[in-house]
């Protein structure tokens, strides 16, 4: 159900592109207006959203370790899974960002007979994982000889190295199959497995979904349905120099896929997609573990609250603790022996 919402959104939004720009004024709103008011709400959420993260309070070193830690000097130290200095940081973001390396070591916990708890592998994740994000960066990467003039060199060696095979005309691109291939799995992913298709949300299936149009789209403009690429081309390129020109041959599966574009930039400051600029700034990716050699004080401690040491706390409770059974590491002082009570029928002599 909640993928055929996902979807039933996306298709809605498909529909009202190639309606829209049959009324007066509509290649205008959806080939100009909207582009550049979804381009601007990412841009500034997304600085928004970032400059949120940065000022949150980060007084304590918490990063995610997996390895050893720096210790003894005959104790080998993980530098990776367990940085201690800027430099181990630095490597360990490296790896993150461009080869997922958290991922890679990811491992998938089952219950079989017995009952019995059971690690594997979850490579497949990690490896189309990759291959979308580096899919989908090679793809925008090729866009941009629609924006600029005259188009980078960088850009035709871009196209050649993925379009080498040259299957068919025009030239079959690797990245368009990869892209769709590797989304499809990440979807079917979602809607099979039990366990993750209980933890997911409309949420979590409403981009991949609106990914998937925007493949789709692009495809069919390419290998199946004829466009004007010139004309498509000065409108991009105007775009970007702020003259923009709709030519009339622009038929309306493009605006359909540019409406989806611009849906996916204003819904992704919003979105977990956000991880993209969130990873830079998560305290247990980017911090050095050092807390054995260099101490951390909470910069922002109220100087006026006096700290309250555990050894304080137990000398205030300890009565109270050895009562109520807890363990203590000072035992309490005994406590001074009562006097004697006169026994029946005696009085104490007067001095």
């Avoid at 989908?136 to 005259?150: A, C, E, S």
Wanted: hydrophobic share 45%; glycine share 8%; aromatic share 12%.
């Amino acid at each position: 159900m909640k993928v055929l919402q996902a979807l039933g959104i996306v298709l809605a939004l498909m529909l009202l592109a190639y309606v829209g720009v049959k009324v007066p004024g509509g290649r205008t709103l959806f080939g100009v207006v909207l582009p550049y008011l979804g381009f601007a709400v990412f841009i500034i959420f997304f600085i928004v959203k970032v400059m949120d993260w940065a000022k949150s309070p980060v007084p304590f070193r918490i990063p995610t370790t997996s390895g050893q830690a720096n210790s003894l000097p005959w104790i080998k130290q993980n530098k990776l899974d367990c940085p201690s200095t800027t430099s181990g940081v630095i490597g360990r973001m490296l790896l993150e960002v461009l080869l997922f390396r958290t991922l890679f070591k990811n491992t998938r916990a089952e219950i079989h007979e017995g009952p019995k708890l059971a690690y594997g592998t979850s490579k497949f994740l990690w490896l189309f994982g990759l291959l979308f994000h580096y899919s989908f960066l090679t793809i925008l990467l090729r866009h941009m000889r629609l924006f600029t003039d005259p188009v980078p060199g960088f850009v035709h060696a871009l196209e050649f190295a993925d379009g080498f095979m040259q299957v068919g005309v025009p030239t079959l691109y690797q990245t368009d199959i990869v892209f769709l291939g590797a989304l499809t799995f990440l979807l079917l992913r979602r809607m099979i497995l039990p366990y993750m298709r209980y933890i997911t949300l409309q949420s979590d299936y409403f981009p991949l979904v609106l990914l998937l149009g925007i493949g789709i789209t692009g495809v069919l403009m390419r290998y199946v349905v004829r466009v004007d690429v010139i004309g498509i081309k000065m409108l991009s390129h105007g775009l970007v120099t702020g003259k923009p020109l709709i030519a009339d041959s622009i038929t309306g599966i493009f605006f359909i896929h540019l409406f989806l574009i611009t849906v996916l930039l204003a819904y992704f400051p919003f979105s977990k997609l956000m991880h993209m600029g969130g990873v830079f700034l998560s305290p247990t990716r980017n911090l050095a573990n050092n807390s054995r050699m260099k101490r951390h004080v909470n910069p922002w401690n109220d100087p006026s609250i006096k700290p309250h040491s555990y050894a304080g706390y137990e000398d205030d409770f300890r009565d109270f603790m050895v009562e109520a059974g807890l363990p203590v590491e000072k035992e309490p002082e005994p406590k001074p022996a009562e006097e004697d009570a006169p026994a029946e029928g005696e009085t104490k002599s007067e001095s």
